[in-house]
Nanobody, 123 residues
Framework: QVQLVESGGGLVQAGGSLTLSCAAS????????MGWYRQAPGKQREFVAL?????????NYADSVKGRFTISRDNAKNTVSLQMNSLKPEDTAVYYC???????????????WGQGTQVTVSS
């Protein structure tokens, strides 16, 4: 089994910054994609940022966060972070960490979600 522990959410004023972190642990042979999604009240969960592939060779951002958010990962520690700058009230949501993991060599990739961390941006 794989566990994801998120931290760093909170309340911030518009224009402020927050950094989210997610640490993966457990039965991990290798990690492929790592990233973040978010879900605002009454809306579907949406993609925010992803580091795709082993080592995170490819980066992808939602248009709404390009230029404001930066995703990074530490492959040695199995962690992924999201630096969020110039936050807007519309960034308010529960943010979820997502990772794709192989638990053993040669097995298929499995997706895991964190428990979610609340980010609230006041105007």
């Amino acid at each position: 089994q794989v566990q994801l522990v998120e931290s760093g959410g909170g309340l911030v004023q518009a224009g402020g910054s927050l950094t989210l972190s997610c640490a993966a642990s457990g039965s991990i042979f290798s990690i492929n994609t790592m990233g973040w999604y978010r879900q605002a009240p009454g809306k579907q969960r949406e993609f925010v940022a992803l580091l795709i592939g082993i080592g995170g060779a490819n980066t992808n951002y939602a248009d709404s966060v390009k230029g404001r958010f930066t995703i990074s990962r530490d492959n040695a520690k199995n962690t992924v972070s999201l630096q969020m700058n110039s936050l807007k009230p519309e960034d308010t949501a529960v943010y979820y960490c997502y990772v794709e993991v192989r638990t053993r060599a040669g097995t298929k990739l499995l997706g895991y979600w964190g428990q979610g961390t609340q980010v609230t941006v006041s105007s």
